[in-house]
């Protein structure tokens, strides 16, 4: 019979621990053992090792209902705060997002830089996120030395695993090893992420997600993205490898192959107006949808057709994707909600139409207009993710080799 790798299970059970205190703390070994399911003497082993690690402290209370009373106060456990900081990075096609977050998570410091990253260089794009990762440090009152982790959120197919940005929309080529070329800049372990799973992290510890450990999330943004989490862990693919829902087949025949971001993906909305100078602008400097929002609102014929297309493919994806995973609720975020209600309104009643009957009242779906502060913080709890898993010492996360 084959038995599972020790310090996999290892790597778990430390991860368990920490999240359980991060999610419930102060609390106390009892409390944790009760709701991890692990015995309390791993417990006990586990949260010796913390301790010592300086990665989560004590806190002694007493009964304070009854200042006479005897016996020893109860020993509760809590996130150091102040163990480890990390960085969180949010690229899009026209701006920047960093945050800098303490091992609990918290928000230390943030800086958005609104500036044009789609198709530059690889190394003029290397340079500027290197730049707003230095200053947002700064900001924060730290240096670089202070720092345990960095990860970056792209858009598009991400393997997170070997580093790899295999394709996105704002890179001019293929198969980037943007992990390796941050990490060897700063000096400091980078990791690359799908965007789209690190709001749905984001929305698991602090958002429409944070009292569930299964969830589904779609992005719609500039790519169309997808984020399953199961047993409160990420659903990957092979190599850690991102899911791009704008590749999702929606129809086929003898002339074209029809995907969805052909009806759905921004440029898809915004191509009969995008020949015009002023929306092409606004197009460029990521304001299009809310631009688009205003000429619905004025009813613009074609852009009409164009927000309903798109919600009713979105829909249907939508209620193959609850098909498939069957999870209690689905977040929606992303800048095609700024098309407002029609668009909404034929999401929900294509969702309603395409959703078996049998599982129609399995899942809730949740829109949310996340900002693009709260995905850099999901890439934030990335790089805290597997802080947790890692073999600490006492003077921080044990070495490993870098990409």
């Known amino acids: 019979m084959k038995t599972a790798d020790p310090e996999l299970m290892r790597a778990i059970n430390r991860f368990t621990v920490l999240d359980t205190i991060r999610r419930h703390g102060p609390i106390s070994r009892v409390e944790i053992s009760e709701r991890s399911e692990l015995s309390t003497t791993t417990v006990s082993a586990i949260t010796a090792s913390l301790l010592d690690d300086g990665l989560i402290l004590t806190r ?30 949010k690229i899009a096609a026209n701006h920047m997002t960093f945050v800098v977050s303490n091992f609990c998570g918290e928000t230390v410091s943030t ?11 690889i190394a003029v794009i290397a340079d500027l996120v290197e730049d707003g990762i230095r200053r947002c440090v700064v900001d924060a009152g730290l240096g670089l030395q202070d720092i345990s982790s960095v990860c970056i959120g792209f858009p598009g197919v991400v393997e997170h695993r070997t580093g790899l940005v295999r394709s996105s929309p704002i890179l001019s080529e293929p198969d980037i090893d943007f992990a390796k070329e941050m990490s060897e800049r700063l000096g400091v372990s980078t990791i690359v992420e799908s965007d789209s799973h690190a709001i749905t992290l984001a929305h698991h510890w602090f958002g429409k997600g944070r009292d569930l450990d299964d969830m589904v999330l779609v992005s719609l943004e500039h790519s169309l993205g997808l984020g399953v989490l199961h047993g409160g862990q990420l659903f990957r693919g092979a190599g850690g490898l991102s899911h791009n829902l704008g590749d999702l087949m929606m129809g086929s025949g003898l002339a074209e192959t029809v995907r969805l971001s052909a009806l759905a993906g921004e440029a ?35 852009l009409i057709l164009a927000a309903t297309r798109a919600g009713e493919a979105v829909g249907i994806a939508v209620a193959n994707i609850v098909t498939l995973f069957g999870p ?56 805290l993710w597997e802080l947790y898993e890692s073999p600490w010492s006492t003077t921080g996360p044990a070495s490993t080799p870098q990409r």
């Not at 020949?275 to 602008?281: G, L, S, T």
């Open 268 to 302: 898809a909305i915004l191509e009969e107006h995008i020949q015009h100078a002023r929306f092409a602008d606004a197009v460029r400097l990521g304001r299009g949808m809310a631009v688009a929002e205003t000429l619905i609102a004025a009813e613009d014929d074609a």
């Open 328 to 383: 209690p609720r689905v977040v929606i975020v992303g800048s095609s909600l700024s098309l407002g209600e029609i668009f909404l309104k034929a999401l929900s009643e294509s969702y309603r139409s395409a959703i078996p009957s049998s599982i129609r009242e399995v899942a809730d779906l949740v829109f949310d207009r996340s900002p693009d502060e709260m995905w850099a913080q999901g890439a934030a709890v990335v790089a």
């Open 111 to 121: 800086l958005s830089l609104p500036i044009r990253v789609n198709r530059q260089p």
């Open 60 to 89: 002694h209370e007493g009964d304070i209902r009854n200042a006479a009373a005897r016996g020893r106060p109860r020993v509760m456990l809590e996130l150091n705060p102040d163990a480890a900081r990390v960085v969180g990075v």
